[in-house]
Structures are given as structure tokens and as C-alpha cells.
């Protein structure tokens, strides 16, 4: 057990506070065992780690590693769910100058490959039996690769592999290496610097190409939380959900530097599949999810309301107006009124907050969404219910560029520059930006590194966008995925998607056209559970996805939000034909990132006969199926999948 010195407590100035194991010691001695740090729920029971304990984890971790033969600047790569030993192997590394790579629970075999390989990673954290046996599969590739350390030994107690290390015994020889040097630990938190390399966070490969390796520092870690704060202050006595894997860059500036930086508890689900449970008795303050995951919770909400009794849809559709004036009031800062503001309270106590609470918002300060942009249908969807969410735009490259300020909201923006004069809009559209804290470019990749910044400092972000004469920036999509119509103008197929994204009953959508295609198009994966519950109260027969799928009631029912995105488009991008896909996109086929965006070239590519079709003006296209019956049973199909018009 380490002793708290109360009397270094909140010595440290500014300056010294460069790295993030300095902020962590400054934080144990603030707080030591008299506040936890982090709290994990296992086997239903919540288990609490003060400041102390997590202090003295990182320094067994660190000195564990260092008892190995650890040299400063080697890297480690972990893969894991959100646990607590993934956040203390994480600052343990910082501690002894190393850096980190994450990788996602679902990586593929050529994924753990390459990325623990290219990021030269010594030592790799894998949480259980599933990501152990992937890193052992591709072993001979990784020659550096010299031990694999995991933290959960269930199914791994057969195993007897010199390579495996337990994350316990990891700790217990540290533990016995502060005992025979116990200035060891604080000797090597004082080396740090905050150049230092921190963490490399491997891109989406969304071009196709190999995912890049960015190099982000511990200055820019500590550099985008701090100026975020300025916006956003979190309170030492809140809580951070942490959900959001560590490997998205966005997650190590949020909870690996963030919540460290503000002191707040962070709290892990005990796995993804409890988290709807386990964030009600959480009741975090912050939160941050991806845009799909806030469109699955909008089609679920809505979903539950349609299946609800008659006076709940009655009162629900009653306060909805008032829902909405409330939010348009809210996002410019103006009082609505005395009459709208009783009418609200009814509201809020008969509607709202009982769907706050039934889904663990209650407490919510603020909630974050970044990675793809939110629809303005589904951002205004959560004001209504009360929910303050905000958009974040950035890269992994750049951390945070923009966010959304209290009572300056716009739903179609991406919020307002951290920084004034932090952006710009390039002569093609693309946004530009500039900023003290952005990544030390890409590891192992020089070239791409010039390539990421012109003469004159400025990021190139790939992506484009404009901005208001508010200062707003609005987000359109990637530069590259900006597509010509054959009448003049553009569309943005990412904009159409994330409209229809925010329909309960469609689970991802892609929008097609181009200068050769006389009209734009769209292939669309439905949310089996949310049609299927549509299709059971209306007593529609079926039997696997594919039979739903292309139930003609189904397509009546989607056709019906396409019309309503069509409205909200000009003339020449509105789209002319559909389909209903036999399956969902896969991530383990690459058609999606790990965040779930869409990898268009590749969808469009594996499907070139569907889209041929299509423009063909076929009304059907033959396809090979794997189906898999409500009964247990699968097998294989040769199915028709129906091409359908919209009507105006």
C-alpha cells in the first residue's frame, strides 16, 4: 500500500505538470484513498479503486514491465474492452517513457498483425482467451514481440506458453522491484517530457490504404483536454462512462487524458452487452458515444414508443411541440416563455424524464458525439427529451477542432473552433487546420507526414465542409466522397445517409450516384429487431432477414423515409431507386471501420453487380445468401432481392 504525502499535494506548477503520470501522481496525492478513481462492475457487483490504488497499480505495472527488461521508448499495444487495466497499463507505459497502441476487440487476424508489428509493440496487453489466441496466431510474425500479458484467465488456464504472463504476476514482480527500489518509479515519472510520444492511433484505412500510424504526444493529449475544458469544466465529483475503446483517438483524449486531468470517477460496464443496465445505475454526468451508437438509442426510444400503449404515444406526440421549443430555446439562449416553460415542466415529469431515466440519462451534464456526423433530425431528437448533446469535429491527426457551445447550437453545425482563427475552407472546400497542438505526424511514414501539412503550417483534413456567418462549421463529408451530379453540383452522400441513419428502422444506408449515373441511389440494411417488432405487431410473417427484408410492406414502410430525407434535398440528389439488402454491412468484410463508418469504395466494389442492376433498370438481382433461421437453424440461399422506385 503507498502512503499518501499530503504534504506534496498541489505543489506541482503548471509547467511540471507535462505528462500524464505527473498529472496521475499530482491527482494521488490530491486525492489518495479518499476518493475513488475508477469503478468497475463484475459478476453485477461494483468494484471501486481509490486514487491510491490506482497510483500504486501503475507503479507495480510500470516496474513490472521494467523487471522484464524494459528500455525507455519502447511501445506496448493492448487490445481489450474498456477496463481498468487497460487505463493502468496505458499510464504505466507513459510512466517509463513508452508509448501505446490500441486495438479494437474485433481486430481480424491481418489487423493484430500488422498493427502490433508496425508499431513495434514489445509487450502486448490482451484481455482474455478470444484476443490471446489472435495474437498467438500471428506470432511468427512479430519478431519483437516478447511477451504477451492478459488480464482475464478464463479458458487461458490450460495454456502453457512462455510468451503468457498473467497481468497479476505482472504486478507482483513490480511490486518486488519498488520494494528493493522504492525511487525508482517516481525517478522515471520525473524523466518524462511532454514531446514524449504518448499513444499511436492507427487511422480507419477508409481510403483503402494501410491504417497510419499517428504519433500523438503527451502535450497533445494534455493541450485538447485543457482547451476543452475552457468550454466544458467537468467537476472533480462527477462521472465518465467509459465505453469508448481507447484505440479511437478521440477516447485517449477524452478518458485516458481528460477525466485524469479533471479528476472525475470513471466508470466501466461490465461488459458491452450490460451496458443499457449498467449506465442507469451509473447515472453518468459525461458521456461519449459514436453517432451510430446515439442512432441506435434514437431508433430505440422510437421503437419503444410505437410499441407502447395508446395514452403513452397520446402524451408522448402531446409534448412533443413543446419538447421541440424548448430545445430551438435552449440552442440560441432565449427564454421561451412562461407559458412554454410551465407546459415543459408537465412535460418533463410525465414524458421526458422517465426516458431519460429508463435509458441512464438523468444525471447528464453533457453528452459527446464525434467520428461521423449526427443527422439534425436525431441531434434535435435528444434536446427534446432534455439530453444536452454535443457534436465534436476533429481527426485523430488534429484531437478537438470544434464543439458545441451552451446556448450557441446549431443541429445542421459541428459546433464553433476551439480556437479562433484555428481553421479555414481551402479554394476546393477542404477544412484546413492550424493549431499548436496538433499530432507529430505518422509513424514510419515520412512521406505522408509532408503530405499532411502545406508550407504554411496548415493540416490538410480530407474532409469538406463550410463555414457559417455565424462561425459555425458545417460538416459535408470526405473531400474525395464528394460527388459530382451529371446536372451540375454536388452531393454529399453522407449527409443523405446520416438523414436516414436517424430512422428507427434502418441500420446503416449508402447513398450512390455520380457524373455517369443519372440518378442517385441507395442500398439500405434494415434494424432487424425494430422491423421485425413492427412487422410481428402487424402480423407480417417471416422468417430469417432476408425474408423480411424483402417483405413488400418493409419496402413501403422504408420507401416512406426516403420521402421524408428526399424533402429536405435539391432536385438532382434526391434519391430515384432503392433496395433493401439481404444482409448488413460486415466490418469483418472491411465495409465498415471499427467506429462502423462506412468503407464506401469497398461496399461499392463488392456489390458493382447490385449497382450495375440498379442503373440498369432491373427490378430484381440475384444473390447468394447466408441465412440464419429464427429457429437456430442457417444455411445457404439463392434469394431475389427486389429494386424498387420511389415515388414522388
Given at each position: 500500500?503507498?502512503?499518501?504525502?499530503?504534504?506534496?499535494?498541489?505543489?506541482?506548477?503548471?509547467?511540471?505538470?507535462?505528462?500524464?503520470?505527473?498529472?496521475?501522481?499530482?491527482?494521488?496525492?490530491?486525492?489518495?484513498?479518499?476518493?475513488?478513481?475508477?469503478?468497475?462492475?463484475?459478476?453485477?457487483?461494483?468494484?471501486?479503486?481509490?486514487?491510491?490504488?490506482?497510483?500504486?497499480?501503475?507503479?507495480?505495472?510500470?516496474?513490472?514491465?521494467?523487471?522484464?527488461?524494459?528500455?525507455?521508448?519502447?511501445?506496448?499495444?493492448?487490445?481489450?474492452?474498456?477496463?481498468?487495466?487497460?487505463?493502468?497499463?496505458?499510464?504505466?507505459?507513459?510512466?517509463?517513457?513508452?508509448?501505446?497502441?490500441?486495438?479494437?476487440?474485433?481486430?481480424?487476424?491481418?489487423?493484430?498483425?500488422?498493427?502490433?508489428?508496425?508499431?513495434?509493440?514489445?509487450?502486448?496487453?490482451?484481455?482474455?482467451?478470444?484476443?490471446?489466441?489472435?495474437?498467438?496466431?500471428?506470432?511468427?510474425?512479430?519478431?519483437?514481440?516478447?511477451?504477451?500479458?492478459?488480464?482475464?484467465?478464463?479458458?487461458?488456464?490450460?495454456?502453457?506458453?512462455?510468451?503468457?504472463?498473467?497481468?497479476?504476476?505482472?504486478?507482483?514482480?513490480?511490486?518486488?522491484?519498488?520494494?528493493?527500489?522504492?525511487?525508482?518509479?517516481?525517478?522515471?515519472?520525473?524523466?518524462?517530457?511532454?514531446?514524449?510520444?504518448?499513444?499511436?492511433?492507427?487511422?480507419s484505412g477508409t481510403t483503402g490504404s494501410r491504417p497510419k500510424g499517428v504519433m500523438l504526444s503527451h502535450k497533445f493529449l494534455i493541450g485538447n483536454a485543457e482547451d476543452w475544458f475552457k468550454i466544458d469544466p467537468w467537476p472533480d465529483t462527477d462521472d465518465y462512462l467509459a465505453y469508448t475503446p481507447p484505440a479511437w483517438g478521440m477516447e485517449q483524449v477524452q478518458g485516458v487524458a481528460g477525466a485524469l486531468i479533471a479528476g472525475v470517477t470513471l466508470n466501466f460496464p461490465e461488459k458491452p452487452e450490460t451496458l443499457q443496465n449498467d449506465?442507469?445505475?451509473?447515472?453518468?454526468?459525461?458521456?461519449?458515444?459514436?453517432?451510430?451508437?446515439?442512432?441506435?438509442?434514437?431508433?430505440?426510444?422510437?421503437?419503444?414508443?410505437?410499441?407502447?400503449?395508446?395514452?403513452?404515444?397520446?402524451?408522448?406526440?402531446?409534448?412533443?411541440?413543446?419538447?421541440?421549443?424548448?430545445?430551438?430555446?435552449?440552442?440560441?439562449?432565449?427564454?421561451?416563455?412562461?407559458?412554454?416553460?410551465?407546459?415543459?415542466?408537465?412535460?418533463?415529469?410525465?414524458?421526458?424524464?422517465?426516458?431519460?431515466?429508463?435509458?441512464?440519462?438523468?444525471?447528464?451534464?453533457?453528452?459527446?458525439?464525434?467520428?461521423?456526423?449526427?443527422?439534425?433530425?436525431?441531434?434535435?431528437?435528444?434536446?427534446?427529451?432534455?439530453?444536452?448533446?454535443?457534436?465534436?469535429?476533429?481527426?485523430?491527426?488534429?484531437?478537438?477542432?470544434?464543439?458545441?457551445?451552451?446556448?450557441?447550437?446549431?443541429?445542421?453545425?459541428?459546433?464553433?473552433?476551439?480556437?479562433?482563427?484555428?481553421?479555414?475552407?481551402?479554394?476546393?472546400?477542404?477544412?484546413?487546420?492550424?493549431d499548436e497542438r496538433l499530432c507529430d505526424g505518422y509513424f514510419r511514414n515520412e512521406e505522408a507526414t509532408r503530405e499532411l501539412f502545406d508550407a504554411d503550417g496548415w493540416m490538410h483534413t480530407g474532409d469538406g465542409g463550410y463555414i457559417t456567418e455565424h462561425g459555425h462549421l458545417i460538416y459535408l463529408d470526405r473531400v474525395k466522397d464528394l460527388v459530382p451530379l451529371p446536372g451540375g453540383g454536388w452531393f454529399a452522400p453522407q449527409f443523405i445517409e446520416s438523414k436516414l441513419g436517424f430512422s428507427p428502422y434502418i441500420r446503416y444506408a449508402?447513398?450512390?450516384?455520380?457524373?455517369?449515373?443519372?440518378?442517385?441511389?441507395?442500398?439500405?440494411?434494415?434494424?432487424?429487431?425494430?422491423?421485425?417488432?413492427?412487422?410481428?405487431?402487424?402480423?407480417?410473417?417471416?422468417?430469417?432477414?432476408?425474408?423480411?427484408?424483402?417483405?413488400?410492406?418493409?419496402?413501403?414502410?422504408?420507401?416512406?423515409?426516403?420521402?421524408?430525407?428526399?424533402?429536405?434535398?435539391?432536385?438532382?440528389?434526391?434519391?430515384?431507386?432503392?433496395?433493401?439488402?439481404?444482409?448488413?454491412?460486415?466490418?469483418?468484410?472491411?465495409?465498415?471501420?471499427?467506429?462502423?463508418?462506412?468503407?464506401?469504395?469497398?461496399?461499392?466494389?463488392?456489390?458493382?453487380?447490385?449497382?450495375?442492376?440498379?442503373?440498369?433498370?432491373?427490378?430484381?438481382?440475384?444473390?447468394?445468401?447466408?441465412?440464419?433461421?429464427?429457429?437456430?437453424?442457417?444455411?445457404?440461399?439463392?434469394?431475389?432481392?427486389?429494386?424498387?422506385?420511389?415515388?414522388?
Amino acid at each position: 500500500m503507498i502512503v499518501v504525502d499530503r504534504s506534496q499535494a498541489n505543489t506541482e506548477t503548471a509547467t511540471e505538470l507535462d505528462t500524464l503520470p505527473k498529472i496521475l501522481r499530482a491527482q494521488f496525492r490530491k486525492y489518495g484513498d479518499k476518493k475513488v478513481a475508477m469503478r468497475k462492475k463484475q459478476y453485477g457487483i461494483w468494484n471501486e479503486q481509490s486514487w491510491a490504488d490506482i497510483y500504486e497499480r501503475v507503479r507495480n505495472v510500470a516496474l513490472g514491465l521494467v523487471s522484464l527488461g524494459w528500455q525507455r521508448g519502447d511501445h506496448v499495444a493492448i487490445v481489450g474492452d474498456n477496463d481498468p487495466e487497460w487505463y493502468c497499463a496505458e499510464y504505466a507505459t507513459h510512466a517509463i517513457g513508452g508509448a501505446v497502441t490500441g486495438l479494437f476487440v474485433d481486430a481480424h487476424f491481418s489487423e493484430v498483425e500488422y498493427l502490433i508489428g508496425h508499431s513495434e509493440a514489445r509487450y502486448v496487453f490482451a484481455k482474455d482467451q478470444e484476443q490471446v489466441d489472435k495474437v498467438l496466431e500471428v506470432r511468427a510474425q512479430l519478431p519483437r514481440m516478447e511477451r504477451i500479458i492478459y488480464w482475464d484467465d478464463r479458458g487461458l488456464w490450460t495454456y502453457d506458453d512462455p510468451l503468457l504472463m498473467s497481468y497479476g504476476d505482472l504486478e507482483e514482480r513490480g511490486r518486488k522491484l519498488a520494494d528493493e527500489r522504492p525511487m525508482l518509479f517516481e525517478q522515471q515519472v520525473d524523466l518524462g517530457k511532454a514531446s514524449e510520444l504518448a499513444a499511436l492511433c492507427y487511422t480507419s484505412g477508409t481510403t483503402g490504404s494501410r491504417p497510419k500510424g499517428v504519433m500523438l504526444s503527451h502535450k497533445f493529449l494534455i493541450g485538447n483536454a485543457e482547451d476543452w475544458f475552457k468550454i466544458d469544466p467537468w467537476p472533480d465529483t462527477d462521472d465518465y462512462l467509459a465505453y469508448t475503446p481507447p484505440a479511437w483517438g478521440m477516447e485517449q483524449v477524452q478518458g485516458v487524458a481528460g477525466a485524469l486531468i479533471a479528476g472525475v470517477t470513471l466508470n466501466f460496464p461490465e461488459k458491452p452487452e450490460t451496458l443499457q443496465n449498467d449506465i442507469r445505475e451509473i447515472e453518468p454526468q459525461y458521456l461519449f458515444f459514436s453517432a451510430r451508437v446515439w442512432d441506435t438509442y434514437a431508433s430505440t426510444v422510437q421503437s419503444k414508443i410505437t410499441e407502447s400503449t395508446a395514452l403513452k404515444r397520446w402524451l408522448y406526440n402531446l409534448f412533443l411541440p413543446v419538447g421541440n421549443r424548448m430545445a430551438g430555446a435552449r440552442f440560441c439562449g432565449k427564454s421561451p416563455g412562461l407559458l412554454w416553460q410551465a407546459l415543459w415542466t408537465l412535460g418533463n415529469m410525465l414524458v421526458f424524464r422517465p426516458l431519460r431515466d429508463k435509458h441512464g440519462f438523468i444525471r447528464v451534464r453533457t453528452a459527446y458525439q464525434a467520428g461521423a456526423s449526427m443527422s439534425s433530425d436525431c441531434f434535435r431528437f435528444f434536446h427534446i427529451m432534455g439530453i444536452n448533446v454535443k457534436q465534436m469535429y476533429g481527426l485523430t491527426e488534429s484531437g478537438i477542432v470544434t464543439i458545441h457551445r451552451n446556448c450557441d447550437i446549431d443541429p445542421e453545425s459541428v459546433g464553433r473552433p476551439l480556437e479562433e482563427g484555428s481553421i479555414r475552407i481551402s479554394e476546393r472546400g477542404e477544412i484546413m487546420v492550424r493549431d499548436e497542438r496538433l499530432c507529430d505526424g505518422y509513424f514510419r511514414n515520412e512521406e505522408a507526414t509532408r503530405e499532411l501539412f502545406d508550407a504554411d503550417g496548415w493540416m490538410h483534413t480530407g474532409d469538406g465542409g463550410y463555414i457559417t456567418e455565424h462561425g459555425h462549421l458545417i460538416y459535408l463529408d470526405r473531400v474525395k466522397d464528394l460527388v459530382p451530379l451529371p446536372g451540375g453540383g454536388w452531393f454529399a452522400p453522407q449527409f443523405i445517409e446520416s438523414k436516414l441513419g436517424f430512422s428507427p428502422y434502418i441500420r446503416y444506408a449508402m447513398a450512390i450516384g455520380g457524373e455517369n449515373k443519372p440518378f442517385v441511389s441507395a442500398v439500405i440494411c434494415i434494424d432487424f429487431q425494430n422491423v421485425g417488432n413492427w412487422a410481428q405487431a402487424r402480423r407480417v410473417n417471416y422468417t430469417t432477414y432476408v425474408d423480411l427484408s424483402q417483405k413488400s410492406e418493409v419496402y413501403a414502410l422504408i420507401e416512406k423515409d426516403i420521402q421524408r430525407v428526399n424533402k429536405y434535398l435539391p432536385e438532382g440528389a434526391r434519391i430515384r431507386r432503392f433496395v433493401n439488402f439481404h444482409k448488413e454491412f460486415d466490418a469483418d468484410e472491411a465495409e465498415l471501420t471499427r467506429t462502423r463508418k462506412l468503407r464506401r469504395k469497398v461496399a461499392e466494389e463488392h456489390y458493382k453487380g447490385l449497382i450495375d442492376a440498379i442503373y440498369a433498370g432491373k427490378e430484381q438481382y440475384i444473390v447468394q445468401a447466408d441465412v440464419k433461421y429464427r429457429d437456430g437453424r442457417s444455411g445457404v440461399i439463392s434469394t431475389g432481392i427486389r429494386i424498387r422506385p420511389v415515388c414522388e
